[in-house]
């Protein structure tokens, strides 16, 4: 496992570390502990900053489920260094203003650890190369920002507002697996690497048209 994994799993594994931590340490403001991991992973990120376009990092960690062509592999290029340096340094300061925010008898330990994990489904939505993978991440953000929303459950419009953000990203996250199994059966590949060399038969496919639909609506209803 090579350090950019680690990077990518960092606030995952801190997601279950930070509220047992919470449970028997009642000291300093618990996002003092966690304003380092944003600020690790965004300075990490930043050090490929000056890497020429033509050098491409692309990982493949392991075959998950080969046989359904589910792998863990990460691709850092221009685009997706600006969202993952974009996700980290915005983690950071939301950590550090939630410091001033949120008040040390608030549950800090759940709250945390809805942000890291919102964090690290970002970060693998951005960075994966496998669809599938992809999804994965995708419906990670689902759930970790239905539980940022509904952090307050003592207010009614945040239950609502919760409950009315997972209706419709769980929808959509169905839509875009459907447009990854069409995208898939054209380009005969679940890597995105693949897909991208081979659009030109993508695009003649009769499934092309169907896919990008079925994209956009999802797109469209996690923007919403």
């Known amino acids: 496992m090579s350090l950019i994994h680690i990077m990518i ?3 995952l594994i801190f997601a279950i570390i930070i509220p047992i931590l919470y449970r028997f340490y009642k000291g300093i403001h618990l ?3 966690v304003l380092p991991i944003p600020i690790i992973i965004f300075s990490y990120f930043m050090s490929y900053i000056n890497v020429p376009a033509s050098d491409k990092l692309f990982i493949v960690i392991c075959d998950f489920m080969p046989r359904l062509g589910m792998n863990f592999s990460f691709h850092l290029d221009g685009l997706s260094l600006l969202f993952a340096s974009l996700i ?3 983690g950071a300061l939301v950590v ?3 410091i001033t925010y949120l008040s040390k008898n608030e549950s800090l330990g759940n709250f945390y650890c809805y942000l890291l994990m919102f964090m690290g489904a970002m ?13 994965l991440f995708w419906e990670l953000t689902s759930i970790s920002s239905f539980l940022l929303i509904a952090y307050w459950r003592h207010k009614q419009s945040s239950i609502y507002g919760a409950q009315k953000s997972l ?5 959509g996250g169905l839509m875009l697996l459907g447009g990854f199994i069409c995208i898939a059966i054209a380009g005969n590949s679940w890597s995105i690497t693949s897909l991208v060399q081979n659009a030109a038969e993508i695009q003649s496919s009769p499934y092309f048209i169907f896919a990008m639909i079925l994209i ?4 469209m209803t996690k923007s919403a």
């Open 167 to 171: 209706l419709i990203t769980v929808f």
């Open 96 to 98: 550090l203003y939630s």
């Open 88 to 90: 980290t340094g915005i």
């Open 123 to 135: 970060l693998g939505v951005v960075l994966s190369d496998n669809l599938l993978m992809l999804y």
């Open 216 to 219: 956009l609506i999802g797109a």
């Open 9 to 11: 799993l960092l606030p």
């Open 31 to 33: 996002g003092w502990f």
